[in-house]
């Protein structure tokens, strides 16, 4: 085994023992040595954070040593994030490793890599900065399993009923609230559209058939395309079994983002032209190839959405606006 630094080990406080690896690509592998089969695999790529309230929590549930736990930290570069991750992967119940790349890949090479090194038939996709909203998040799941004649896609959804807006996010928590944060008989409506990776249980053949686009660079929309190319071959199941999402972005991250995921959403409307044409983001954007002064309205737009003392009801149509004028510079 090759040695990682000693910088990147538990603290020697630590009781419990560990193992060391590396691959060919060069990502450090640490491992708790729990052996035992397990019924799922639970994914979680990070980038940046610590996802102490999930590993935490997920660690406190019964079915947890029923569970292997991967965790794929995205070319972080922190040694302090290393340690903190390493701690929690040492105290998992179920086997847990710990997969450390030298340098960002971007979260659909992260989702692949998880599923590659997975080795139980289901697989329950987890980011980072999620918390099971009640004690029978894995139990639910489980019995989704029992339930399905053979592999599916089975999504959870989200909410953010365990985190409190502050004044810098509480713009994302509306536009999160109104357009993602959906029952599932509403997501069941457009079953493909509304997987959102950040809490999903899926069976492995899937996730090997219908692999993450790496094509898709940065933030936004390689799960809304991955979901609905599976939903093309294989059963789409949406049920109440949420987490919530706790790292809602600060006004500027949100503009940064929206303004900078338009190739990603250019990409999705050339794979899927029938689904994004239906879509109001794909009309207004079209619309807006032809508005005179566009620079105009979109930087108006944008000062609409920052300024924290108008009401939400005038940012968040602001917000939809911007990111729709920005997407329109993509289209084809």
């Not at 949420?242 to 600060?250: I, M, P, Q, V």
Request: with cysteine; net charge neutral.
């Amino acid at each position: 085994m090759k040695k990682m630094p000693d910088s990147a080990y538990p603290s020697e406080s630590e009781p419990l023992t560990y193992s060391i690896d590396r691959t060919e690509a060069g990502e450090a592998i640490l491992s708790n040595q729990v052996m035992c089969d397990t019924a799922i695999t639970i994914c979680v790529p990070c980038y940046r954070d610590h996802a102490a309230p999930l590993l935490s929590g997920l660690s406190r549930l019964a079915e947890a040593p029923q569970t292997g736990l991967l965790l794929f930290d995205d070319g972080s570069g922190d040694e302090t994030l290393t340690k903190q991750l390493a701690g929690h992967i040492m105290k998992y119940p179920g086997p847990a490793r710990l997969i450390t790349a030298p340098q960002n890949a971007g979260r659909a090479h992260a989702r692949n890599r998880l599923v590659a090194m997975a080795e139980s038939d289901w697989i329950l996709l987890v980011d980072a900065d999620m918390r099971p909203d009640t004690d029978l998040f894995l139990s639910r799941y489980m019995k989704s399993i029992e339930q399905a004649d053979g592999p599916a896609l089975i999504a959870g959804g989200f909410t953010l009923r365990q985190v409190t807006p502050t004044k810098k996010t509480r713009l994302h928590a509306a536009q999160s609230a109104l357009s993602e944060c959906l029952s599932a008989e509403a997501r069941s409506e457009e079953p493909g559209r509304y997987v959102f990776t950040s809490n999903i249980l899926v069976h492995k053949q899937i996730l090997e058939t219908v692999r993450f686009d790496d094509g898709f660079s940065g933030w936004g929309w390689e799960d809304v395309d991955w979901g609905l190319r599976v939903a093309e071959t294989y059963p789409v199941r949406h049920i109440e079994n949420t987490a919530t999402h706790l790292g809602l972005d600060d006004t500027e991250t949100l503009l940064a983002k929206f303004g900078g995921s338009g190739a990603n959403f250019a990409r999705l409307a050339e794979r899927h032209p029938d689904a994004v044409r239906q879509m109001q983001l794909w009309k207004i954007a079209r619309l807006s190839q032809r508005l005179p002064f566009k620079a105009t309205w979109t930087g108006l737009c944008r000062s609409v959405a920052k300024t924290e003392w108008l009401p939400i009801s005038l940012r968040l149509p602001a917000l939809k606006l911007y990111r729709a004028f920005r997407y329109g510079e993509h289209l084809a």
